[in-house]
C-alpha cells in the first residue's frame, strides 16, 4: 500500500478482554515500531521489530502486552485481560531501514476500556 | 535515557507570521532527527529528517537546523498559515545499541490566526 496502515481504526472493549491491534507497514520496509499515545502524554516507545525478529522490546509495559511479525509485513500488538490504563492510541511506524531513514507512521488505532 | 523538550508548549500567531519551534534532547549520541506534525485525532505526518551530519534540511516553507553537540533542534516556517495549524513534534533517533528508537517530546502546538 501507499503508506501504513492500522486496523481497527477505533476499538471499544470491555475491561479483562483480550485485543488484537494490526499494523501493515510499507511495502520493503524492515523496521517496524509500535509506540502508545495517551490522552495529554507524548508517544511512549512499545516495541521494535527488524524483519520478524524484536531485538528491543523495552517499552512494552506488562507481560499483558505481546508481539509478533510475520512474513517481515503484518505486525500485531496483543493486549491480554485489558485495564483502563490501557485506553490509548496506539501507533505503528515503519521505515525502510533502521538508522537513516525516514519513519513513516499510520493513523492508529484508539482503544478505549470501558 | 533520551530526554526531549519543546518550547514552547503552546503558539499562536497571525497568518504570514515567520515562527521558530524549539526542541532540546539530552543525548547527543545520535543519527538523525525528524519533525512530524499531528493534526487532532490523526497519526504523525513526516516533515523533515535532518541527518548528524547535516545542520540544515529545507522543505517548501519549513527549515529545519541541527546543532547535535548542543542538543538543539529548531523548525522555522515561512509565511504561517491557518492550515499549518498542528501539533508539532521533534524525534531524534538514538544511535545507542537496540532499536534506533524515535524519542518523542509533548510538541508544541500552533494557532495560527487567520
Known amino acids: 500500500g501507499a503508506g501504513v496502515s492500522q486496523s481497527p481504526s477505533n476499538k471499544v472493549t470491555e475491561k479483562g478482554k483480550d485485543v488484537e491491534l494490526r499494523c501493515d507497514p510499507i511495502s520493503g520496509h524492515t523496521a517496524l515500531y509500535w509506540y502508545r499515545q495517551s490522552l495529554g502524554q507524548g508517544l511512549e516507545f512499545l516495541i521494535y521489530f527488524q524483519g520478524n525478529s524484536a531485538p528491543d522490546k523495552s517499552g512494552l509495559p506488562s507481560d499483558r502486552f505481546s508481539a509478533e511479525r510475520t512474513g517481515g509485513s503484518v505486525s500485531t500488538l496483543t493486549i491480554q485481560r485489558t485495564q483502563q490504563e490501557d485506553s490509548a492510541v496506539y501507533l505503528c511506524?515503519?521505515?525502510?531501514?533502521?538508522?537513516?531513514?525516514?519513519?513513516?507512521f499510520g493513523q492508529g488505532t484508539r482503544l478505549t476500556v470501558v | 535515557k533520551q530526554e526531549v523538550t519543546q518550547i514552547p508548549a503552546a503558539l499562536s500567531v497571525p497568518e504570514g507570521e515567520n515562527l521558530v519551534l524549539n526542541c532540546s534532547f539530552t543525548d547527543s549520541a545520535i543519527y538523525n532527527l525528524q519533525w512530524f506534525r499531528q493534526d487532532p485525532g490523526k497519526g504523525l505526518t513526516s516533515l523533515l529528517l535532518?541527518?548528524?551530519?547535516?545542520r540544515e534540511q529545507t522543505s517548501g516553507r519549513l527549515n529545519a537546523s541541527l546543532d547535535k553537540s548542543s542538543g538543539r533542534s529548531t523548525l522555522y516556517i515561512a509565511a504561517s498559515q491557518p492550515g499549518d495549524s498542528a501539533t508539532y513534534l521533534c524525534a531524534p533517533r538514538d544511535s545507542g545499541a537496540g532499536s534506533y528508537q524515535l524519542t518523542f517530546g509533548k510538541g508544541t502546538k500552533l494557532s495560527v490566526i487567520p
Open positions: 511506524a515503519s521505515s525502510f531501514r533502521d538508522m537513516n531513514t525516514e519513519a513513516f
Open positions: 535532518i541527518q548528524s551530519s547535516q
